[in-house]
Nanobody, 116 residues
Framework: QVQLVESGGGLVQPGGSLRLACAASGFTFRLAAMSWYRQAPGKERELVATITSTGGRTNYADSVKGRFTISRDNAKNTVYLQMNSLKPEDTAVYYC?????????WGQGTQVTVSS
């Protein structure tokens, strides 16, 4: 079965950092582009970052450019999201998504709370 398991979330003060990880299994990870999304209470889920299958290209939401970095290690079937200079508005559940055929898959999410 396909599994995407996020980890690394938690409570952090404004200005702090966290690194999220998404461990994938059950599909050919190296052929799939991967994305991170987030959803804050009462808001729509939004795309945060995307990385191509080889890691050759990345894209970011304007709100996180310069602060977040998406990366992947295909040998470990894992995609990461390094989050620096965190702001309260970054508080959300963060989800990993595989962009694959025949369908996309989602992880269960990990909570990130930025608060003093």
């Amino acid at each position: 079965q396909v599994q995407l398991v996020e980890s690394g979330g938690g409570l952090v003060q404004p200005g702090g950092s966290l690194r999220l990880a998404c461990a994938a299994s059950g599909f050919t990870f190296r052929l799939a582009a991967m994305s991170w999304y987030r959803q804050a209470p009462g808001k729509e889920r939004e795309l945060v970052a995307t990385i191509t299958s080889t890691g050759g290209r990345t894209n970011y939401a304007d709100s996180v450019k310069g602060r977040f970095t998406i990366s992947r290690d295909n040998a470990k079937n894992t995609v990461y999201l390094q989050m620096n200079s965190l702001k309260p508005e970054d508080t959300a559940v963060y989800y990993c998504k595989s962009i694959a055929v025949p369908t996309d898959y989602w992880g269960q999410g990990t909570q990130v709370t930025v608060s003093s």
